[in-house]
């Protein structure tokens, strides 16, 4: 087993974030990630994601993203590209591909036991950046299990050319159904948008105030224990490149949540039916903590109590890519409030930081 003051789960913008911040701190964390090469969630996006439909790709702290180039090109690669560029220039090692397992406590009360498939480290304090892509969300539905067609979640969806001359009905109300709706109406025989609530479009600019504002909603339901709510679901759809193009194509006329699947669509109690030999299920994802299992962090309400990032059950962990900095507008915001807090822990223990180099000046 090997020692360490902090480590941090996830090498996506959160943690790199938190890492930047404890390295600045005077702390040289532990970074584990389970992917084979940076970019965190960015690198499993669809190649038809380009960087001009893209809604906010923050910079890391301390390296701003380089000049604006070809929009065209795939965030799968451009954002990657970048954040190993960022990993590069600040010489923080991460240890990839590694699967964290399990974190829990070490019985004594003094460190967490990180377990992984390669070993196991003991740190006094984690910061969890696992974020959500790898739990897509699919909301279940009467007879779905007897759809004769093709069901994806928009985890998998890769363009809309495997869709030419399909019926497609796309369910969700955010940026991840305006992607697919804009690209596949058009290719599709016919597309079919259904949402549990009715959607918000917002004409005014999405201001630096308006983000900190939605971030801040987000907050008070973490704040209580209850699962996190998108960033999305207080802020509205904003007339984006791509809610545009999906509005030019016709495909934003919205029906209600359907009430079961059949055979061959999707049906409604009062008689309606649409017929379909796809469904895409663009209904979001839920944060990645299975391996917390084991510090019982779950409240009554079905959520975490976080104040911050500090987990009110167990101070030594920070949440970071959780609830409000699930979305970019907060993650940098998130890993330095986290930083703070491992340091406020660790100068309790006897181990207080030093004024560290700046990372990216004193790189080499």
Known sequence: MELSEVVVIGAGQAGLSSAYFLRRFGFEPVVLDAADGAGGAWRHRSP?????????????????????????????????????????????????????????????????????????????????????????????????????????????????????????????????????????????AAT????????????????????????????????????????????????????????????????PMFDRVVAGGIAWDGGGYVAADTIVWATGFRSALDHLAPLHLREPGGGIRVDGTRVLREPRLQLVGYGPSASTIGANRAGRTAARNVRTLLAAAGIPGHPGADPIRGAA
């Open 192 to 255: 079919t948008w259904v949402t549990r609530r009715p959607p918000v479009f917002a004409e005014e600019e999405f201001s630096e105030e308006a983000r900190r504002e939605a971030v801040g909603l987000v907050e008070e339901r973490v704040r209580a224990g209850l699962p996190p709510q998108s960033v999305v679901s207080v802020t509205g759809l904003r007339y984006n490149a791509v809610v545009r193009e999906a509005l030019t194509k016709g495909a934003l006329e919205r029906l």
């Open 48 to 188: 038809s994601l380009t960087m001009d439909k893209v809604h906010g790709v923050f910079d890391l702290p301390g390296l701003p993203q380089p000049a604006e180039g070809d929009g065209r090109r795939p965030a799968a690669e451009v954002v990657p590209a970048y954040y190993a560029d960022y990993e590069r220039v600040t010489g923080l090692d991460v240890v990839r591909p590694v699967r964290v397992t399990a974190v829990r406590d070490d019985g004594a009360g003094e460190r967490l036991v990180v377990a992984t498939d390669t070993g196991e480290w003991a740190a006094r304090a984690v910061v969890n950046a696992t974020g959500t892509w790898t739990r897509p969300y699919w909301p279940y539905y009467p007879g779905a299990a007897g759809f004769a067609g093709r069901q994806l979640h928009y985890a998998g969806y890769r363009g809309p050319e495997e869709f030419a001359g399909r019926r497609v009905v796309v369910v969700g109300g955010g940026h991840s159904a305006m992607h697919v709706l804009s690209e596949v109406a058009g290719v599709a």
